[in-house]
């Protein structure tokens, strides 16, 4: 996709996101050191986020359907930029939770009203590759801005990290002001059309695609450390170093499933859901050795993501006359899928059946989705066919 200056600004938007949601997990020792709390209740900043995301996407989306739509993403960035001001200047450790969750109301409004908008910038042809282009600032962000947020943090100190985020917000506030056209509201703020859109049963599907998919990814990756560490041997370096594989296969992933989309959008997720349930299974058999591991987790990384695009484009067209909402709630869907993958890996683990069964659940999930995919896409098309055979007799009937 040629260079494209609104979608580069809504791509660093979703890098400043991906930063701040992911960021804390490298930071919690450090975080839990300094403000005098306990891992697990560090832990609590991440899943605080993840709950707001998830809260906050119906009250950002339906309380602003009238607000034009540049001036609600530089609105959206502001909430971003301001709840990691306050995380930086945060003393003590319920002012930083409280900033945690002010930041996440952005999120799942932010993508779901960009995703529309950068499928707006582009003929309709190449609407899977705006949406992914978009998303690349969220794969970037961990292969570079994640280990950059976590070294700051460890030498300069984790306020550091959010100062650093809180400017790359106001880059972001100048970036769509300068490059995204006016682009009034388009749904007229109508609430009741948004809600009517949501309960439809494509959509629903969709939102329910989205949902194990993203499970299937977080089952495995919520324990890649420790599956790297106990079940592999590998040393913290190598670790570091999977993290940056996975997330460069996360990183091609998301170009490869914007590509195919625009031609495909349910081959394009037959084709990952076959191949992301074949890697894992792969993954359970090969995570006692470092070098196949290493290449079965690039893989991975390109079979996880290269199901966004096509997720995101799914809702957008099931949702087409009311998009706003229904492509927020797949955000907030994908934070639903990977609080339930990570519960289901977490399970997995507990009932001491070892860390090849995790890799082993989380192909089933995606097995799972690929039946319902396949099920549904089979009865589109009956039903398409139909419609196509009634007209046909019909117009004879005419002639």
């Known amino acids: 996709m040629k260079l494209n200056p609104g979608l580069l600004a809504l791509s660093v938007g979703a890098f400043g996101i991906g930063v701040t949601e992911f960021a804390p ?197 919520t324990y890649i450390t420790p599956i790297l560490r106990e079940a592999t041997g590998a040393s913290l370096g190598f670790v570091t170093a999977m993290l940056v594989t996975y997330g460069l296969g996360l990183t091609v992933g998301n170009w490869l499933g914007g590509k195919f989309a625009d031609r495909s959008v349910d081959r394009t997720l037959i084709v990952t859901l076959a191949s992301l349930a074949a890697i894992l299974i792969a993954f359970a058999m090969t995570m006692t050795h470092a070098a196949p591991s290493a290449i079965v987790i690039f893989l991975w990384g390109i079979a996880s993501f290269a199901l966004v695009p096509p997720l995101q484009v799914r809702v957008m067209d099931a949702a087409s006359d009311a998009p706003n909402l229904a492509s927020s709630m797949n955000i907030g869907a994908f934070n639903l899928g990977n609080a339930l993958g990570a519960a289901l890996g977490g399970g997995v683990i507990a009932l001491d059946l070892g860390y090849p069964a995790v890799a082993l659940a989380g192909a089933a999930t995606s097995v799972i989705g690929l039946a319902a995919l396949l099920l549904t896409s089979g009865r589109s098309a009956a039903r398409q066919g139909g419609e196509m055979a009634a007209e046909c007799t019909g117009g004879a009937r005419l002639s």
């Not at 749904?187 to 194990?212: F, M, W």
Request: proline share 6%; glycine share 14%; charged share 10%.
């Open 25 to 221: 997990m490298g930071l919690l020792p450090v975080i839990a050191g300094d403000l005098g709390v306990s891992i697990p209740a560090a832990g609590l900043l991440i899943s605080a986020y993840a709950l707001g995301v998830v809260l906050g996407v119906p009250v950002m989306t339906l309380t602003t359907g009238r607000v034009p739509r540049r001036t609600l993403l530089i609105a959206l960035a502001g909430i971003f930029t301001l709840g990691n001001l306050l995380a930086a200047v945060s003393g003590s450790y319920g002012m930083l939770l409280a900033a945690r969750v002010l930041t996440s109301f952005n999120h799942g409004a932010f993508f779901g009203v960009g995703s529309v908008v950068a499928a707006s910038l582009v003929p309709p042809h190449r609407q899977a590759g705006a949406v992914a282009a978009m998303f690349m600032g969220l794969t970037i962000a961990n292969v570079v801005g994640v280990p950059l947020a976590t070294w700051a943090g460890e030498h300069l100190g984790w306020r550091a990290s959010f100062w650093g985020i809180a400017a790359l917000g106001g880059v972001t506030m100048a970036a769509l002001r300068l490059t995204l056209p006016p682009l009034p509201s388009t749904d007229g703020g109508d609430v009741a059309a948004e809600l009517r859109v949501l309960i439809r049963k494509p959509v629903l599907g969709a939102l329910a695609l989205t949902i194990v998919g993203s499970s299937a990814m977080f089952t495995v990756f």
